[in-house]
């Protein structure tokens, strides 16, 4: 089947201090991966995306690199802010009959940057 | 205005009830879907559009109805709520046909079922 493992939460961190959060996914052919945000009170945003082997997904600063041998799809960042904190999704998309994706989501972990 | 709008932003009834959640969206997407969120279980897919024509199960649609009644409007319907169905639910659109499409979220319904 299909499934996103996410690192448990919750983390805290300092303000400028290195980012991973890990996610590994178990997919039946060849998914494509994303990291959804959300903020307090709002609904999910797309962070970035990976739609192929080595590919690197990055935007605002985070990064995450499609690695299939180790089905990982890891997100980074190098010096953190306190605007960062909030749950962060890992995802993989398969498509389904007639064209559409499924999104199948990991357990969320929640983020929380002290100043 | 948000391009995906969820009615209401919080919900409380009582187990037995009938309560129907709105969706609306400006984006002109044909892909409309519902899912719920629950504490460490991520979002699950209850229900997806595909056009107005169009509905299919998600993963847990057990005690869910939906109805695409536009393009744009997609209701999400629990026939006689119980506790267990207290969740954060929410709708998401997307416009492509690929598996990279990304998904717009609306912003969520708190439901609470006592």
């Known amino acids: 089947g299909n499934s996103v493992t996410q690192m448990e939460g919750p983390v805290t961190l300092s303000e400028e201090a290195f980012l991973t959060i890990n996610c590994t996914y178990t997919a039946t052919g060849y998914p494509s991966l994303f990291w959804y945000v959300q903020y307090p009170g709002e609904g999910l945003q797309l962070l970035l995306k990976?739609?192929?082997?080595?590919d690197k997904g990055s935007n605002k600063g985070f990064e995450a690199t499609y690695r299939k041998e180790t089905t990982s799809f890891h997100l980074e960042k190098g010096s953190v802010q306190v605007s960062d904190s909030a749950v962060y999704f890992c995802?993989?998309?398969?498509?389904?009959?007639?064209?559409?994706?499924?999104?199948?989501f990991g357990q969320g972990t929640r983020l929380t940057i002290n100043p | 205005d948000a391009d995906v709008t969820q009615t209401p932003r919080n919900r409380i009834t009582k187990t037995g009830k009938r309560i129907m959640l709105e969706c609306s969206q400006t984006k002109g997407h044909d892909r409309m879907y519902w899912y719920r969120q629950d504490p460490g279980l991520g979002l699950r897919l209850i229900y997806y559009s595909f056009d107005v024509k169009d509905i299919n199960k998600g993963e847990i649609s057990d005690g869910y109805s939906v109805s695409r009644q536009a393009q744009a409007k997609f209701s999400l319907s629990l026939e006689s709520a119980i506790p267990n169905q207290t969740a954060l639910y929410f709708c998401?659109?997307?416009?492509?046909?690929?598996?990279?499409?990304?998904?717009?979220f609306g912003s969520g319904t708190q439901l609470s079922v006592l």
């Open positions: 990976a739609t192929k082997a080595d």
């Open positions: 995802a993989l998309s398969i498509a389904i009959i007639q064209g559409a994706q499924k999104l199948v």
């Open positions: 998401a659109t997307s416009g492509g046909r690929s598996a990279n499409e990304k998904l717009f």
